[in-house]
């Protein structure tokens, strides 16, 4: 593990000031309290360089050097991989690299559970992927896929009719396809408002973490109906408060309705009511 300097050395200022120029990205209190819970989150590394690696990958959940991957956890980095820079002592910078830039070698042993923010088990071939894309692209909804860090799935804007789905490049599989089936739940949910063309009725006044609970059990029904096993409730433990009663808030029925729509977008159709298929071995 990479030791750390209480505070940046002089010299180092050039470089700092390149990287913090764009101070705009902590201007509004939505991303100045991200850049805090992730400060808290990563204790591996100085809250002055968590910060500076907040600011090259956002979503980062766990990162080393190459040497330390290599010798800890048995893995190497990738050929592309980008290095992200913290500062070290008695020297100007040094790299880290992000847990989903390595691969494992042989006999490597398994990381913690807790490093991956977007676990799922399944088989998800590369095939059934591509197919799953092209047939959400076909209708309209472009994907996009960005090179982020884990506690980054993904998320839909919206511009007038058009639809863009950004998913983490990084993640399996198996996580693609729950993000995917994640944030076309918010669309069909009708959390981006109504769209008369798509037959989806706006939905206004829901808080937004019950639209998370929604659009999670979208994704929590079309994965377990495709083979996938999304971790829901570990990713829904921090929306939803103890003893707090769902049924009560949660429309079923609405769900229910978007979950099959969403299965129509990604082409899945209702073949998986009649064969489920079963969870296997997770494959990145």
């Known amino acids: 593990m990479i030791a750390e300097l209480p505070r940046p050395r002089a010299h180092d200022a050039h470089l700092l000031d390149a990287m913090l120029d764009d101070a705009a990205a902590y201007r509004s209190s939505t991303h100045y309290w991200d850049l805090l819970r992730f400060v808290a989150r990563v204790r591996r590394f100085s809250p002055f360089n968590a910060m500076l690696l907040h600011r090259q990958k956002p979503g ?159 994704a929590y029904l079309v994965g377990h109906r495709h083979g996938v096993a999304p971790v829901s409730d570990a990713y829904l433990a921090g929306f939803i408060k103890a003893g707090e009663s769902i049924s009560r808030t949660l429309d079923v029925e609405r769900v229910m309705r978007a979950a099959g729509a969403v299965e129509g977008v990604m082409g899945l159709g209702e073949r998986a009511a009649f064969e489920p298929a079963k969870a296997k071995a997770v494959k990145r």
């Open 60 to 218: 980062l959940s766990f990162a080393a050097s190459a040497r330390d991957w290599r010798r800890r956890w048995k893995r190497i980095v990738k050929v592309d991989a980008r290095p992200l820079v913290v500062l070290i002592p008695f020297g100007p910078v040094g790299f880290v690299y992000d847990m989903l830039d390595t691969e494992a070698l042989p006999g490597a042993p398994p990381l913690p559970r807790d490093a991956y923010a977007f676990p799922a088990t399944g088989n998800v071939t590369k095939p059934a992927l591509k197919a799953i894309v092209a047939a959400v692209e076909a209708k309209g909804i472009r994907i996009a896929e960005v090179d982020v860090g884990d506690w980054h799935a993904g998320r839909i804007l919206r511009s007038g009719d058009a639809y863009t789905l950004k998913m983490n490049r990084n993640h399996s599989r198996e996580a693609r396809f729950t993000t995917i089936a994640h944030e076309l739940g918010h669309l069909y949910l009708g959390h981006l408002g109504g769209d008369a063309k798509r037959r989806i009725p706006g939905w206004r006044g829901v808080a937004e973490r019950w639209c998370e609970v929604e659009a999670e059990s979208v």
